[in-house]
């Protein structure tokens, strides 16, 4: 059984930077692309950032695109999302989620692509 569990979130003001932790276990990390999304009350879930199972590959909405970095380190089973020059905006719960191998980097924009979810971690900016 897969788990995926973030960490990182809080409250900080407009400009500021946060980075987000996803510790994942339970199958080989390594083999497993993975993903950000956000959500906030009353609407869908939204793509942030993917990444290739090997690293090398890296994908981002439009909206955080030069102010997000997402990377990986495979020795700790571990993904970031690290978050500069926040904006109220970028408020949001934070999901990391785990993607399904059998499916290829073409869909890791989507909800669907992905296999496993954590319960996510709420990211405030201020104005």
């Known amino acids: 059984q897969v788990q995926v569990v973030e960490s990182g979130g809080g409250l900080v003001q407009a400009g500021d930077s946060l980075r987000l932790s996803c510790a994942a276990s339970?199958?080989?990390?390594?083999?497993?692309?993975m993903g950000w999304f956000r959500q906030t009350p009353g609407k869908e879930r939204e793509f942030v950032a993917a990444?290739?199972?090997?690293?090398?590959?890296?994908f981002y909405a439009d909206s955080v695109k030069g102010r997000f970095t997402i990377s990986r380190d495979n020795t700790k089973n571990t993904v970031y999302l690290q978050m500069n020059s926040l904006k109220p905006e970028d408020t949001a719960v934070y999901y990391c989620?785990?993607?399904?191998?059998?499916?290829?980097?073409?869909?890791?924009?989507?909800?669907?692509?992905?296999?496993?979810w954590g319960q996510g971690t709420q990211v405030t900016v201020s104005s």
């Open positions: 989620a785990w993607a399904d191998p059998r499916l290829g980097a073409a869909v890791l924009s989507q909800p669907r692509g992905y296999d496993y």
């Open positions: 339970g199958r080989s990390f390594s083999s497993s692309g």
């Open positions: 990444i290739m199972r090997s690293g090398g590959g890296t």
